[in-house]
């Protein structure tokens, strides 16, 4: 099992800022995956994280837009560049320990733009 | 076609019912199946993984049907706990870390 940490819980910002969501994970991992749950949506696969190499994207999510940066095994940040109303959704990092399929969860960061 | 594919509900049922939830999935080659449940305002956390053969925990009973793409997930006997979002998930292949996430079905359990 993971017990993984995400700051902020939830904020409210305005059009056109940034912000930097921080995950913490209390086990070293290899890769660690950013997800956005927009509301009544499944969740959305944005990057996978490696440390030491550049994250890879996933279809529709670009770097420029949502930047990453995974310094060691056991943190990593995801910004959300220029926000807009559009961005507003839940964003979670996760990571599987176990190589099966299972993913732990942070608790996720709402984000709500203006 | 969605990837994933699962009716959203809202299923309300009482308690001590049986319900099930079916999910198709659209890639043939897919290799792993799994059930997650998320509770409101909450992050999802797996329930139980879905094997070839099916599997039983407690009652909970889920089942992969490769032939017609789908899986299933029943609960027997419903408890008010019961009540959250089930998502259907499924690993396109063994070569690959990602996951799809179903939309969900949300089941509500009433006395």
């Known amino acids: 099992s993971a017990v993984i940490s995400q700051k902020p819980s939830r904020d409210i910002c305005q059009r056109g800022t940034s912000l930097t969501i921080q995950c913490q994970v209390d086990s070293q991992v290899t890769m660690m995956f950013w997800y956005r749950q927009q509301p009544g949506q499944s969740l959305t696969l944005i990057a996978t994280?490696?440390?030491?190499?550049?994250?890879?994207?996933e279809s529709g999510f670009v770097i420029d837009k949502f930047p990453i940066s995974r310094p060691n095994l056991t943190f990593s940040t995801l910004t959300v560049s220029n926000m807009s109303p559009e961005d507003s959704s839940i964003y979670l990092c996760?990571?599987?320990?176990?190589?099966?399929?299972?993913?732990?969860f942070g608790e996720g960061s709402r984000l709500t733009v203006l | 076609r969605k990837e994933v594919e699962q009716d959203p509900g809202p299923f309300n049922v009482p308690e001590g019912a049986t319900v099930a939830f079916n999910c198709t999935y659209s890639n043939s080659a897919s290799q792993s199946f799994f059930w997650y449940r998320q509770d409101c305002r909450k992050e999802p956390k797996l329930l139980m993984s879905?094997?070839?053969s099916g599997n039983e925990d407690g009652r909970f009973t889920a089942q992969l049907n490769r032939a017609s793409q789908y899986i299933s997930l029943l609960i027997r006997d419903s408890k008010l706990s019961d009540s959250a979002t089930y998502l259907c998930v499924v690993r396109p292949s063994y070569n690959t870390d990602k996951l799809i996430f179903g939309t969900g079905t949300r089941l509500q359990v009433f006395p």
């Open positions: 996760s990571v599987d320990t176990t190589n099966t399929g299972e993913l732990f």
């Open positions: 879905v094997y070839s």
């Open positions: 994280a490696n440390q030491g190499s550049e994250a890879t994207y």
